[in-house]
């Protein structure tokens, strides 16, 4: 788990990171969640000692009474305190740009697109990362024209979903990065279920760190798979008559990092894009798609700031115009 959590952190620094270096400023770096794995954080920190760019770079520790508020990011009033804690850090170190982002993305499948919607949802949600993605799927709203054969076609999928040990190449989902995050993950589905969700697939831990490929119907705004950002193998589906009243329940939430839109007619879904309040929108794919040459954040409480090749960069320093008045000699 270490090695793979190590990669994640690595992925991180090379979108971010590495562009810092260009014009050097404060960057923070804090542990993975709840400090349960500060090795990750020690391994970065060695590399950086041994190339001799710490002596460029700030690197804070989290403000030990704030940790919980720091690095919990599962509903609107703590992305509120990161993102006053991040500002303080920004105003202390000059130029940042805070990529720590809670989020609420979405795949709306408007007309058509069934399998294309399916295969998103399940590599963007429920395979890849075990769903610990920042820009993985935690909403799926799909119109009544298409709703029955969309769940058909996915529990179908869900049946054929392996897992096991993230280094074996016939393994689709792989555990989560605790026993703690497990055991979350498993008390939002539950309090959800609870308050009248229903469970059409898993629903369970299996062993320690895994978490059952999760699918839930009849969801609503006030449980905890649609309020809070679950960070585990969950997909939360609603469903929907008009198209308007669809864009209008993705604006109305604090987040908005990544979406996708799913239709057989791409005028549709371009108009659909055009009025969604998210970072980026991928249309008939799956949303969690982040090259390098593409700015990547988010509207509202999902993030501070662009990050790609060209706007880390961007972010992270300030432009001076000079202008030349050109005096000839001839």
Request: some cysteine; hydrophobic content about 40%.
């Amino acid at each position: 788990m270490t090695t793979g959590f190590l990669w994640h952190e690595l992925f991180a620094w090379h979108n971010t990171g590495n562009y810092a270096l260009v014009a050097p400023h404060g960057f923070p770096v804090q542990p993975g969640e709840h400090v349960e794995h500060p090795e990750t954080k020690r391994r970065l920190r060695n590399l950086l000692d041994a190339s001799g760019l710490l002596k460029r770079l700030t690197l804070l520790e989290p403000r030990p009474a704030r940790d919980e508020e720091i690095l919990r990011v599962h509903s609107r009033a703590h992305l509120e305190r990161v993102r006053s804690h991040n500002g303080e850090l920004a105003h202390e170190l000059g130029p940042t740009a805070v990529m720590g982002r809670g989020s609420f993305d979405i795949a709306m499948l408007a007309a058509g697109g069934c399998i294309e919607a399916v295969d998103a949802v399940v590599q963007g949600r429920l395979t890849n990362g075990a769903g610990q993605i920042c820009c993985a799927v935690k909403q799926v709203l799909v119109a009544d024209s298409v709703y029955d054969e969309f769940i058909d076609q996915l529990l179908k999928k869900v049946e054929l979903i392996k897992m096991g040990d993230p280094l074996d190449e016939q393994t689709d989902l792989g555990p989560l990065i605790s026993e703690r995050a497990a055991e979350r993950v498993n008390q939002d589905v539950e309090r959800s279920i609870a308050m009248g969700a229903k469970c059409l697939a898993g629903g369970k831990r299996v062993g320690k760190n895994f978490y059952a490929p999760t699918v839930l119907v009849n969801v609503s705004s006030k449980m905890p798979c649609l309020c809070d950002e679950v960070f585990g193998p969950v997909a939360p589906i609603a469903r929907f008559k008009e198209i308007g009243k669809a864009i209008e329940e993705v604006n109305n939430t604090p987040y908005g990092l990544q979406a996708s839109v799913f239709s057989d007619n791409i005028h549709d879904a371009l108009g659909v894009a055009h009025r969604l309040e998210v970072g980026g929108v991928v249309v008939n794919g799956a949303g969690a798609f982040r090259p390098g040459n593409v700015p990547f954040g988010g509207f509202k409480l999902s993030g501070i700031g662009r990050e790609s090749i060209k706007d880390t960069v961007r972010e992270m320093t300030q432009e001076t115009a000079i202008v030349l008045n050109q005096r000839t000699t001839f």
